[in-house]
């Protein structure tokens, strides 16, 4: 910190080509470049792929693209070799790649993919990415928490508990009342319960929070598989039965080509959860909560200097994220799948905790990282629905493999929070 | 370890320890007339140690849970909840229910787990003890992988994901290959080690050269395992039984199954032993041999080891490796030992994350491990009686298990749920 | 307003850390608190300001009883402190920093920054400051990340400000403009409670000085008394300040380090084409305030270093590019800076601290196993030898005190034959005694024909050990001067400024 920071540029050129990770955007893209190219030169496809866009009640019809599956793969590798190129100049002259060109290059290097994947069929893209959308719900609400919770210094493992916890409570109070709300309140409720023993034990008693988070989900999976099949399977009609969120179309905009059916035809906790990402994105940098929130989870000392309660800032925050999450829990009873099931979330809590880390601690970053998670296991499934030449297992490997990459720092450096996963310890 | 970071984080500036009023410089100040702290005041700590510390409160938290526990049994009960439909005008009918389901539920528990006074033979009233070894074998040969890494500094959550390549390593071996059982046993038991530990490596590769935290890369690594086993399941080529459509091995032949310990009417096979020579070895590589030296240097201050020349990167990789290989061995326990009609996707039975807390319960201690290994097995194989004779879900041993980890590792809630006597700060 | 404290008394444990300490703080007053590391300064300060609760005796202000719960409640009641350990907040701007615990808010919580930096500037004009409220903490030289410590104390109208060891991190000229500072707070009628165990410092400020040790105030002294009267009040006994050394006998040339380039993980560069040489028998002090490039030369030199150019030769043989391992059995001590963080094991016990650094080979592993025994006798020697306080080879280093743990780094170090001796800040936090002891350690280590790298940021230090001194600034050398080179033309050199008749 106090090193002596000399300026990269005025320096010898020894010293500049000592950046960290200016090389890596080419090289990773170089990489996938190659791979996308393999495809066609390995396994070349006959016919031609068609890509369909609109669907019943847009304002009007977009007709489908179709075109020779290996055209469209060379037109995409070329591309990604521009993209390439591109950041290889960038790298030369010592200037970091912009995002937007990543982007480019990882929507062109799909798209080249996709088009190798379903050649001789139709892929129906607004159906893969408003899918995709729906099945990242409880991920970026995962995720949302995730970023809160370690923000505020306290590591959460328990996601995925939480997640859990909230679908169980969901269905149960749904069913129960009759009503999907008082089921939502009740998931807040129960990623609370989940995010108050990860407090008690983490910051009350300091206990390691990767060890309290896992161990939290394995109560968690055990509680609810006990009462899953002591209680809830007798009196699945009246304990397990809940009424679901119905889909709200969004006048006017739900008819727009594409965006519509995409963003604007999905259930009340989807547009709940955009209002969450722009809250939560608001609060903790333009606010004095999240100035305080960050505080606490990049130097608690400071922060308890000044007169902020480190302790009790981070109970609130933890509960928040608790709650947030729990909304989460409750899109799998509510929406997604008709009745609460043992351990019926499958791990998606661990892939929040990589959008987390994939996201840089951002919510926003998280979020997208989350969609991206959403968008490779809905290709996954789409494509196992029209038939693909890839092995499901190594699509549905795609989310976590890449969090490998990104937390070996292929994808670029990132920072936590300092005191992430550090109790405080008052005098 | 269960209150330490993985990478000694620096710790905040803690008045206590960094200001330069440390507490401790009175202690034995160079100056002080009082310098040396009698040894006979250690005793004194000893004592007090086991009163007011660890040795109690281990034995209190698995009380509190097993308590947490009947709780869960009474309130799901449907005896007692039709007792309490009418508790106002027959209070006792409650009580004499919750009384038989929290009872019924110990008694099939120890019957299942200890002795069965109800088996007609001798055998059979042994029987549950020998079963709650062969559930104890694949816990303490994870407990003791992860375990080890918690001694190096490291977290191993990735037990799932070595079981599973372990497994089906050991797997691939055993039917693939016709081989005399002399031969053919070892062969297939290393595989599963080889392949466990190449696969943990990859978590002390990748946290030695990028500095990738290892909690992230094993629970990720978990999940690419899995597919990965399942892949190959879902081919002949690979481990698929022919002709069958399921993602499903073919039967071990017998050259590569564990033997039997106890003979044929007993499930007890040397998977168990496995686990005994194991702890003997994890405990001389700790406590006697160098590298485990290292280890456990490079576990309380990679900072201060690598001062000191010692390669911590290659202390990493080590740890994982060798905690790998462990864990593979409670997989190939599973495939060669307890299940062997054939390797599964499920194989790890969620052993790989049960193992964590067994870790935590023996302390990362080897012999602690052992103990808290047989602990569980007794659960699991009381809980699977327990749930065929009263019907109650084996699920709830995974509540009594987390919970007891929970209340070990915050001493200070069991003491005061107890009202003991807290050490002075 | 006059703040008092009253026989306040803390304990922790059995030890009690203040023993009915009563001061007071007159305003427009500077009231030193001197005392050595572990006298209780830190601790009474912490009472002060409500990080700790005392268990006994009381605050008054303006002799009003008060409570703290904690340190807002200290700062409501106006006192605001500087902390030896800033606590800023590295990745906030300054602005941020400053409004931080009572934030200036518009609509919905929103923070008003534009308040804050208004704030800022308008106490930086007041003082003279030159702080740019957006700047990032992290990017600031630590001189100003003080200034920024004060601004948040003034911004919240403390009428009584704690200076916590403010100038261990500060170049003698920084020193002389914080003590401008203090007194134009003086002036301002401010009252200043000024913590340290710098003498000269007291001496120059102080309108009163109570001195503490162990935990109790055992006098009062007057600015005008010598350093020795200082020093002998502060430590209980008469204290030589200089080592007793005979003039050094340079053997051949055994050390030779030539143009080298030190860069850390991100690229910055630490260390910018450094040359020197250490002869055998010969202490080469490094002079500089911290954070010029003193850690990462020492970390180069035993292959911590990540990014390393140039050449370092050890008797001939290139030392760049090796790991620390075959650094160190190349014949090279190394006494970190920081022993908390990578001197010790805190919960290893000594005995098997003092194998850190030989846990490879012989003499206390054969075949990949350890010997227990060897070590055990070993270290039993050491302890004596090296006049470790200890119960037992045994007792856990953490438990140890500071000059204690110090001793066994230095136990460990010395202990291998050694063919160069680099010695990282060997005394900070470390009692009299200890530093006595481990002084004359490394002249005997010199005096054994050892050529000895010694970096310090205390004068005192370099003044007591050094042969040659070599000053170090922003990573380049200023110059290499001799050993009795005056205080005056040191602090010059140390702010970058190369002095007449003097070559770099």
């Known amino acids: 910190m106090s090193a002596v920071d000399l300026p990269v540029q005025a320096d010898a050129q020894g010293v500049a080509e000592r950046i960290p990770g200016l090389w890596k955007p080419p090289i990773v893209m170089g990489v996938f470049t190659i791979l996308v190219a393999l495809l066609v030169l390995v396994s070349p496809r006959d016919g031609d792929s068609t890509f369909r866009w609109s669907r019943e009640g847009d304002w009007f019809a977009i007709p489908d693209v179709s075109l020779p599956a290996n055209l469209i793969v060379w037109v995409a590798v070329l591309l990604c070799l521009l993209c390439t190129a591109y950041a290889a100049w960038r790298s030369y002259s010592r200037l970091k790649t912009p995002l937007v060109v990543v982007a480019a290059f990882a929507l062109f290097a799909v798209s080249g993919f996709l088009a190798w994947a379903v050649a001789g069929k139709t892929l129906p893209v607004v159906g893969l990415l408003a899918g995709a959308l729906a099945l990242a719900v409880p991920l970026v609400f995962g995720a949302l928490g995730g970023v809160l919770g370690e923000r505020a210094g306290v590591v959460n493992i328990a996601i995925d508990g939480q997640l859990l916890f909230g679908a169980f409570g969901a269905a149960i109070t749904a069913s129960l009342t009759g009503s999907p709300w008082a089921g939502l309140v009740a998931a807040m409720v129960a990623g609370m319960l989940v995010a108050l023993l990860l407090g008690l034990f983490a910051i009350t008693y300091w206990v390691e929070q990767v060890i309290v988070g896992v161990v939290l989900n394995v109560l968690v999976i055990g509680f609810t598989s006990f009462m899953f099949s002591q209680v809830l399977s007798e009196n699945a009609g009246t304990l397990n039965n809940p009424p679901h969120f119905p889909r709200l179309e969004i006048p006017l905009l739900s008819g727009v080509p594409v965006l519509g059916p995409i963003f604007f035809r999905q259930t009340i906790l989807v547009y709940v959860m955009y209002a969450a990402v722009f809250l939560v994105a608001w609060a903790l940098y333009r606010s004095k909560w999240g100035l305080r929130v960050r505080a606490v989870g990049e130097h608690p000392k400071a922060a308890d200097t000044v007169g902020i309660d480190v302790i009790a800032t981070r109970y609130r925050t933890v509960l928040l994220a608790g709650a947030i999450v729990g909304i989460g829990g409750a899109t799998y009873t509510l929406v997604s799948v008709p009745s609460f099931g043992r351990e019926m979330t499958g791990g998606a809590g661990y892939i929040a905790l990589a959008a987390v880390i994939f996201g840089k601690w951002d919510p926003i970053k998280a979020t997208l990282a989350a969609l991206l998670f959403g968008f490779a296991s809905n290709v996954e499934s789409v494509l196992s629905v029209i038939g693909s030449p890839v092995p499901s297992q190594f699509m549905l490997m795609l989310p976590y493999v890449v969090t490998i990459f990104a937390v070996a720092g292929l994808v670029g450096h990132s920072r936590a929070p300092a005191a992430d996963g550090v109790p405080y310890r008052k005098g | ?425 | ?504």
């Open chain 3, 1 to 504: 307003m006059r703040l008092a404290l009253r026989d306040i008394t803390k304990r922790f444990g059995s030890l009690v850390a203040n023993d009915h300490i009563s001061l007071t703080v007159e305003p427009g007053e500077i009231h030193c608190l001197l005392g050595e590391n572990g006298a209780g300064k830190s601790t009474l300060m912490n009472v002060l300001y409500g990080l700790y609760q005392a268990d006994e005796g009381e605050i008054l202000i303006d002799d009003e009883p008060q409570r703290f719960k904690g340190p807002g409640d200290a700062m409501a009641a106006g006192i605001g402190m500087v902390h030896q350990h800033f606590m800023l907040i590295p990745v906030f701007t300054v602005a941020e920093n400053v409004m931080l615990g009572h934030e200036a808010t518009g609509f919905a919580g929103k923070l008003d920054l534009d308040a804050a930096r208004k704030l800022v500037q308008e106490i930086s004009e007041r003082f003279g400051f030159q702080v740019d409220p957006d700047a990032l903490v992290e990017d600031l030289p630590v001189g100003v990340q003080q200034r920024v410590e004060i601004i948040k104390a003034l911004s919240r109208h403390a009428e009584v400000l704690v200076f916590d060891e403010p100038t261990a991190v500060l170049t003698p000229q920084e020193t002389d403009e914080l003590m401008a500072i203090m007194r134009q707070l003086k002036e301002s009628g401010t009252g200043i409670v000024f913590i340290t165990h710098k003498l000269r410092e007291v001496r120059e400020v102080a309108d009163r000085i109570t001195v503490i040790r162990r935990g109790t105030v055992v006098g009062e002294a007057s600015p005008q008394a010598s350093n020795a009267e200082l020093a002998a009040l502060m430590v209980g006994r008469p204290v030589e300040l200089k080592v007793h050394k005979e003039p050094a006998q340079p053997g051949e040339r055994a050390l030779v380090i030539s143009d080298l380039v030190v860069a850390d993980e991100d690229g910055h560069v630490h260390v910018d084409g450094v040359s020197f040489h250490i002869d055998a028998g010969e202490i080469l002090a490094v002079a500089g305030v911290q954070g010029n490039g003193q850690t990462e030369l020492t970390e180069a030199m035993v292959g911590l270093a990540p990014h390393v150019e140039g050449s370092i030769k050890l008797d001939g043989r290139e030392i760049v590019g090796r790991s620390v391992r075959k650094a160190l059995e190349a014949g090279i001590g190394f006494i970190p800076e920081d022993r908390q963080v990578d001197g010790l094991v805190s919960n290893f016990t000594i005995a098997e601290n003092l194998m850190l650094n030989r846990s490879y080979d012989k003499p206390f592993v054969s075949g990949g196993s350890l010997n227990l025994k060897k070590l055990d006798t070993f270290a039993k020697e050491k302890l004596a030898e090296y006049d470790v306080r200890a119960p037992g080879v045994s007792t856990l280093a953490g438990q140890l005190s500071g000059g204690n743990q110090q001793k066994v780094v230095v136990a460990r170090e010395l202990s291998r034959d050694l063919r160069l001796l680099v010695a990282s800040q060997p005394t900070r936090g470390v009692d009299v005694g200890s530093i006595e002891f481990i002084h004359k350690q490394i002249v005997a280590a010199r005096d054994s024909g050892v050529p000895v790298l010694v970096v310090s940021s205390e004068l005192d230090e370099i003044a007591a050990l050094a042969d040659r001194i070599m000053v170090l600034y922003r990573g380049r050398v200023v110059g290499i001067v001799p050993a009795d080179t005056s205080r005056d033309t040191l602090g010059l050199m140390m702010a970058g400024e190369t002095p007449e008749g003097i070559e770099s």
């Open chain 2, 1 to 425: 370890m269960s209150e330490k970071g993985p990478e000694n984080e620096p710790v905040e500036n803690e008045p206590v320890e960094t200001s330069d009023d440390r507490i401790g410089e009175g202690l034995m100040d160079s100056s002080s007339d009082a310098d040396r702290v009698p040894e006979a005041s250690r005793w004194h700590l000893a004592l007090r140690e086991i009163t007011t510390g660890n040795a109690l409160v281990a034995v209190l938290s698995v009380l509190l849970a097993m308590f947490f526990g009947s709780l869960m049994i009474l309130f799901t009960d449907e005896d007692v909840r039709y007792g309490l439909s009418y508790f106002f005008a027959r209070p006792s009918d409650t009580f004499y229910y919750g009384w038989e389901a929290i009872s019924g539920a110990y008694v099939s528990l120890w019957r299942g787990a200890v002795f069965n006074d109800l088996g007609g033979t001798f055998t059979q009233q042994i029987k549950p003890i020998t079963e709650t070894l062969k559930f104890a074998a694949p816990l303490t040969l994870a407990g003791l992988g992860i375990g080890l890494t918690f001694r190096a500094g490291l977290f191993n959550i990735g037990g799932r994901g070595q079981m599973l390549l372990g497994g089906a390593a050991a797997a691939f071996v055993a039917v693939k290959l016709d081989l005399p059982m002399i031969v053919h046993l070892p062969l297939a038991i290393l595989a599963g080690a080889l392949v466990a530990a190449l696969w943990g490596g990859i978590a002390g590769i990748l946290k030695a050269l990028t500095g990738a935290h290892e909690v992230i890369v094993t629970i990720m690594l978990n999940y690419v395992g899995y597919y990965l086993v399942f892949y190959a399941l879902t081919r002949e080529s690979l481990l698929q039984a022919p002709g069958s459509a399921n993602p499903k091995s073919a039967p071990m032949p017998e050259s590569a199954i564990l033997p039997d310990l106890l003979g044929p009417q007993f499930n007890l096979h040397a998977g168990f032993l496995l686990a005994v020579l194991a702890t003997f070895l994890v405990w001389w590589i700790l406590n006697r041999s160098s590298l485990g030296y290292r280890f456990r240097a490079v576990g309380e201050n990679p900072a201060a080891a690598r001062a000191a020349g010692i390669n911590v990167g290659v202390a990493y990789v080590s740890a994982f490796m060798i905690s790998g290989a462990l864990v593979g061995l409670a997989g190939v326990n599973q495939v060669l030992g307890s299940v062997t009609d054939g390797a599964t996707s499920g194989l790890d039975a969620a052993i790989g994350f049960d193992a964590i807390t067994v870790a935590l319960l023996g302390r990362s201690r080897p012999f602690g491990i052992l103990a808290a290994g047989v602990l569980f097995g007794a659960f699991k194989s009381g809980g699977f009686f327990m749930q065929a004779s009263e019907g109650i879900p084996v699920d709830i041993v995974l509540v009594v298990q987390s919970l007891i980890v929970l209340f070990l590792a915050a001493p200070p809630l069991v003491k005061a749920i107890f009202r003991l006597p807290t050490k002075e700060a």
